[in-house]
């Protein structure tokens, strides 16, 4: 089946129009729609729906979303998106698309992206996703379903305490977590360069700008030390989080996808900095028992899971 797929992130809307196969595959990838600087919910919702009034003969609709999802597919609260709270998405587009009551289909991002990884290993073992992008989000899945927990809800893999020492303040109000320590936020926040040997003067008000994780990425790959070693202390504490997981679990894989994890490779490649890194501080951390599991493994998907995952559940006759 064909079904329009979005992906709903922090500085941008991706879609694609996703056959769910077998084999899963996007069969249309579909223009990029960009966010303002500090998005709200108005810009997330035009965008949709002018997107959606433009494309032709939608029968399924899959919205992988950041956030808290209840029972219902209602986005209780989405906090990198100013406004992005109670929103129904089956309801508010059945309002403005008639044929579309039913058809709507809503997912969290890291739990559809968990989903397309799962499905492309069989449905079988235990799977654990870390999707790296803004934060860190991601889920579990195990016996052939999501373990969505008691609310229904992704597992809050990126609100794993990993640094009680930090002072960073996550969107969940505790310090520590993971997300604030290995997200692009993270790695953005980090970048620290040498000062220049004759220092310009600047105005008492004059501010240096945060350089975007795809400028770290270019001076990484350009030698600049101080760029690399934000991407490295990042990755340390994903493979903290990571090796958390598996002293707990025992997953049978643990993946790794997302925008961030895409930038990280072409800044050093997949075998150094920050992928390097996380390997590195998910085997010193490992149980010894489990040390042949301590492995992260790219994403197949990469950072079109959420588009496949979110298509495959809509699609799915089972409850999710």
């Known amino acids: 089946m ?11 809307i991706k879609q694609a129009i996703v056959d769910t196969g077998p084999p899963s595959r996007i069969v249309t990838a579909l223009p990029t ?8 919910f108005h810009a997330v919702q035009e965008r949709i729906l002018t997107a959606l009034t433009g494309a032709a003969d939608v029968e399924q609709v899959a919205i992988a979303t950041p956030g808290a999802i209840d029972a219902d597919g209602t986005v209780v609260r989405a906090g990198a998106i100013q406004g992005y709270t109670g929103i129904h998405w089956p309801t508010l587009l059945a309002g403005f698309f008639p044929d579309l009551r039913g058809r709507v289909h809503v997912v969290n991002d890291g739990a559809a992206a968990t989903w397309a990884e799962y499905q492309r ?29 008691t609310p229904p809800g992704p597992a809050g893999l990126g609100h794993i305490l990993v640094d009680p020492a930090s002072t960073v303040r996550c969107s969940c109000t505790r310090t520590g977590c993971v997300e604030t320590l290995a997200g692009a936020r993270a790695v953005r926040r980090g970048y620290q360069p040498s000062p220049p040997a004759a220092p310009r003067r600047t105005s008492p008000t004059a501010r240096t700008r945060v350089p975007t994780v795809a400028e770290l990425v270019h001076k990484t790959q350009h030698g600049d030390l101080a760029a690399r070693r934000t991407f490295d202390a990042a990755g340390y504490w994903l493979g903290t ?28 490649g997949p075998d150094s900095g920050y992928l390097d890194a996380a390997q590195q501080a998910l085997r010193q951390r490992a149980v ?33």
């Open 288 to 320: 010894p028992r489990l040390a042949d599991r301590a492995v992260l493994t790219p994403a197949a998907y990469g950072p079109d899971g959420p588009l496949i995952g979110a298509a495959l559940l809509a699609t799915s006759d089972r409850d999710l």
């Open 2 to 12: 064909r079904v329009y797929a979005v992906d709903i992130g922090a500085s941008a």
């Open 241 to 268: 989080a990571a090796a958390t997981v598996l002293n707990i679990l025992a997953p049978d894989v643990i993946t790794i996808g997302g925008g961030l994890a895409q930038a990280a490779a072409s800044a050093t």
């Open 33 to 40: 729609l960009r966010l303002p600087p500090s998005p709200t």
């Open 121 to 149: 290993r069989g449905h079988t073992g235990t799977h654990v996703h870390f999707a790296l992008g803004s934060g860190i989000g991601g889920g579990i899945a195990l016996g052939g379903q999501l373990a969505l927990g």
